[in-house]
């Protein structure tokens, strides 16, 4: 099974801050990386699939790179609504593991 | 709008069985793969199981095979997972989600329904 490793676990930042979260792969899984945000008491939303492309809606400060084995889940100039939880995903194959979730929180 | 509707979560003693559902509205059904991930108290995201659109191909993680069956229903518009054999550790909110045609991202989540298994 692919493992996905996300860093840091936890980070604090203050509104209008840029943060980058990691997420590492314990093998190749080309683009099939996607990204989700999930605030307390709700169902998880998309953010961002095939690595890089934003799903509808989603506000242009956030931003993912990466393929291969190492992501990176960027937003710019983070915004009160930002702090949640984020976690990453792989689709390349069964099973569809998810990272370990890295909190938002507020400085 | 597209929308996914859980029910059927409760309580169940260690052993019991539990039949979760989820109704789907607003998009072709039948049209889509569809998974469960289940989320225990506090802690993240687990995927529990996928089907294809037809129920032709179904796949589990290893933590529930031989215990939960998925299955739909395309003319009800509705998913289930059927769960037996509950153990302590199968405690969790679990949530239907639509896998999309981009990369299989689960782009349309439920609410989620909790399951507590406990004496």
């Known amino acids: 099974d692919i493992q996905m490793t996300q860093s840091p676990s936890s980070l604090s930042a203050s509104v209008g801050d840029r943060v980058s979260i990691t997420c590492r792969a314990s093998q190749s899984i080309s683009s099939y990386l996607i990204w989700y945000q999930q605030k307390p008491g709700k169902a998880p939303k998309l953010l961002i699939y095939a690595a890089s492309t934003l799903h509808s809606g989603v506000p242009s400060r956030f931003s993912g790179s990466g393929s291969g084995t190492d992501f990176t889940l960027t937003i710019n100039t983070l915004q009160p609504e930002d702090f949640a939880i984020y976690y990453c995903q792989h689709t390349y194959n069964i099973p569809f593991t998810f990272g370990g979730g890295t909190k938002v929180e507020i400085k | 709008e597209e929308q996914l509707l859980e029910s059927g979560g409760g309580l169940v003693q260690p052993g019991g069985s539990l039949t979760l559902s989820c109704s789907a509205s607003g998009f072709t059904f039948s049209s889509y793969a569809m998974s469960w991930v289940r989320q225990a108290p506090g802690k993240g995201l687990e995927w529990v199981s996928a089907?294809?659109?037809?129920?032709?191909?179904?796949f589990y993680a290893d933590s529930v095979k031989g215990r939960f069956t998925i299955s739909r229903d395309n003319s009800k518009n509705t998913l289930y997972l059927r769960m037996n054999s509950l153990r302590v550790e199968d405690t969790a909110t679990y949530f239907c989600?639509?896998?999309?045609?981009?990369?299989?991202?689960?782009?349309?989540w439920g609410q989620g329904t909790l399951v507590t298994v406990s004496s």
């Open positions: 089907i294809s659109g037809s129920g032709g191909s179904t």
């Open positions: 989600a639509k896998q999309g045609y981009l990369k299989d991202a689960f782009d349309l």
